[in-house]
Structure formats: C-alpha cells, structure tokens
C-alpha cells in the first residue's frame, strides 16, 4: 500500500480518505471526512466473517484470521460514538493498519481516496464539532481539501491504547542509568509522549528542551544557538523526533537540522509508532541515526545510549 515515490525530506504525507456516516435527528445524513497516513495501512478489505469476543468493549466486532495472523477489528463509529444510517453495511470496509508494531482492523463506511497532502496545511486539532460523543484528543490533525470540506486525521493510536494491546513502557529506564550530561531536543505533538521521552531522557542524564513539531523544533534549535552560540551543537548531545507532526514533519525538520552547519553533527534519533521499513529506511536518509518504533523502553535506551556514545568519540 505504500508509495515509495515520496521523497526524503518533502515536508509531505499520503493519506487514506475515508469516510464515516451519521445518521441525524432531522433524517439526514453527515458524512464525516477522516484520514490515517498511508505508511500504518497495510491494505483494505470487504468486511469479512467476525468472530466475537465475549466480555470486550462494544466497539470491538470480533477477530478474524488474516494468512495466520489473527487481527482484532474495531467499528470506528461505535468508538467514535456515532449512529450510522442502516444503508451503509453494503459499502463498509476494513482498513488494516500496523504502528507501534500491532496489526488492527478498522471498519469504516467507505474507503474513497489516497490524497497526498503538505503537512504545513495541517493544524494541529483542538475542538472539531460534528464527531459524535469522541472529544478532540482523538483527533491529530485538520486540514481543508475541496469544496471548504475538513479532513480529520484520526489518532488510531489511542484505539490501540484504549484496548490494552500495548503499554508505553519507555519510561521503565533503569532509576541509576545517570550517565550522560548536556542537552536533548524532543520532538512530538503528543503531550503524552514527550513527557514518556522525557522522563526517560531525564533518567539518563540529559536536560530536556521539547518542541511541538518540526517548525518549532527550529525555532527551538534558533533558541539554543543564541544561547550557547558557537558551543550550542556541543551543549546539544541527541535530538529525539516524531515523523507525523503538523505544519512540519520530522523528516522534514530532520533534513533542515542537516543542512544547517550550526546543527549538522547533532545526531537525531526518530521516535515513530510507524513501524514499516520504509519509513524507517526515509528516516536514515533524511540524516537520523537510528528510528525507534514507540514505545519500547530497552531499545530506545540502548539506542539513544549507542549515538550518544559514538558521538562522543
């Protein structure tokens, strides 16, 4: 599913659109325009034959087996909490998405499009009307396509998360790992995230600067070279980044960081809950030193600890 012609650095994203109806108190029906970047989609599907499981949340359908693999399916509207028209049954499929190294199934009511999309026309989300019972922290991203219509960029993610199938353990670093000194740059959108990265950052030695995209990663970098001047690049041991970030991604920071001879022999660790190979492969040439699938405290620790270490040198 996914399109290797994006290129290193392009500040750009594809993204499946797709769809998710609701059924007003007047007759009518909304249609709600949702996206979930192309690299977590592995492929799309009829709905197939469920099995259910007992004692989970309503918005679980069931499990099926996928070649050998056994992938539960979540109905999107339910979790989103909206009441969908009886006609969209015929038209529903199931995306099959992987991050942070899970494979899940989502049922949606249509899948329509693969729109590519800059990511300095997505604002990052704060209250969007028109989705049910779900609240804004669902949500990553907004950006407007035809017509004055908003695309909703859904954080799948939390889905994950709300059924138990991974626990960020990033933050389990050992308390006595105290062995490095200066300063690290976090890059996430996530409040959530940045605060496990930094906790885990703290544990290890370092001071912590955090940024909340790409954009104002390099404001951040700016920050720290009128402060440190000639020093800031030495003061500055590890950069820690996200990819799906609004306004700028972290590939895109991550190439600018790069050809900046103030910050050029920073390294930078990417942090993703993308788990393909290659986004993994795009993260080592826009100039990373290592891409980390979240959360996984023992490889995020021995990574950051090897760059750190061979920088050093």
């Given at each position: 599913?996914?399109?290797?012609?994006?290129?290193?650095?392009?500040?750009?994203?594809?993204?499946?659109?797709?769809?998710?109806?609701?059924?007003?108190?007047?007759?009518?029906?909304?249609?709600?325009?949702?996206?979930v970047?192309?690299?977590?989609?592995?492929?799309?599907?009829?709905?197939?034959?469920?099995?259910?499981?007992?004692?989970?949340?309503?918005y679980?359908?069931?499990?099926?087996?996928?070649?050998?693999?056994?992938?539960?399916?979540?109905?999107?509207?339910?979790?989103?909490?909206?009441?969908?028209?009886?006609?969209v049954?015929?038209?529903?499929r199931?995306?099959?998405?992987?991050?942070?190294?899970?494979?899940?199934?989502f049922?949606?009511?249509?899948?329509?499009?693969?729109?590519?999309i800059?990511?300095?026309?997505?604002e990052?989300?704060?209250?969007?009307?028109?989705?049910?019972?779900?609240?804004?922290?669902?949500?990553?991203?907004?950006?407007?396509?035809?017509?004055?219509?908003?695309?909703?960029?859904?954080?799948?993610?939390?889905?994950?998360?709300?059924?138990?199938?991974y626990?960020?353990?990033?933050?389990?670093?050992p308390?006595?790992?105290?062995?490095?000194?200066g300063?690290?740059?976090?890059?996430?959108?996530?409040t959530?995230?940045?605060?496990?990265?930094?906790?885990?950052?703290?544990?290890m030695?370092?001071?912590?600067?955090?940024?909340?995209?790409?954009?104002?990663?390099?404001?951040?970098?700016?920050?720290?070279?009128?402060t440190?001047?000639?020093?800031?690049?030495?003061?500055?041991?590890?950069?820690?980044?996200?990819?799906e970030?609004?306004?700028?991604?972290?590939?895109?920071?991550a190439a600018?960081?790069?050809?900046?001879?103030?910050?050029?022999?920073?390294?930078?660790?990417?942090?993703?809950?993308?788990?393909?190979?290659?986004?993994?492969?795009?993260?080592?040439?826009?100039?990373?030193?290592?891409?980390?699938?979240?959360?996984?405290a023992?490889?995020?620790?021995?990574?950051v600890?090897?760059?750190?270490?061979?920088?050093?040198?």
């Amino acid at each position: 599913m996914n399109d290797n012609s994006l290129k290193v650095g392009s500040n750009e994203m594809e993204l499946v659109d797709f769809r998710i109806l609701k059924q007003e108190d007047d007759g009518s029906v909304y249609e709600g325009i949702y996206g979930v970047n192309v690299s977590k989609v592995r492929e799309i599907i009829g709905v197939p034959q469920l099995t259910e499981l007992p004692g989970t949340p309503p918005y679980i359908e069931g499990i099926f087996d996928l070649r050998e693999v056994v992938i539960p399916v979540v109905n999107l509207a339910k979790w989103m909490g909206i009441t969908p028209p009886e006609s969209v049954a015929t038209t529903s499929r199931v995306i099959i998405t992987e991050f942070n190294n899970v494979l899940i199934g989502f049922i949606v009511h249509e899948a329509k499009r693969i729109r590519r999309i800059n990511w300095n026309d997505i604002e990052p989300a704060t209250y969007v009307s028109g989705t049910g019972s779900m609240d804004g922290s669902k949500i990553t991203g907004v950006t407007k396509i035809e017509g004055d219509n908003v695309l909703l960029i859904l954080d799948l993610e939390s889905v994950v998360q709300d059924l138990g199938l991974y626990e960020p353990d990033i933050a389990d670093v050992p308390e006595d790992v105290n062995e490095f000194s200066g300063l690290a740059l976090v890059l996430d959108d996530s409040t959530t995230a940045r605060k496990i990265v930094r906790e885990a950052l703290i544990k290890m030695g370092f001071q912590v600067v955090e940024a909340s995209d790409g954009q104002d990663g390099l404001d951040k970098l700016n920050t720290l070279y009128n402060t440190y001047g000639e020093e800031a690049s030495q003061n500055l041991k590890i950069i820690v980044s996200d990819v799906e970030m609004p306004r700028m991604d972290g590939f895109h920071f991550a190439a600018n960081v790069k050809e900046d001879p103030r910050f050029a022999n920073v390294p930078i660790v990417f942090n993703s809950s993308i788990s393909d190979h290659f986004s993994e492969d795009r993260g080592l040439k826009a100039g990373g030193e290592a891409y980390l699938v979240k959360f996984e405290a023992s490889s995020f620790y021995d990574e950051v600890a090897r760059v750190v270490r061979a920088h050093e040198k």
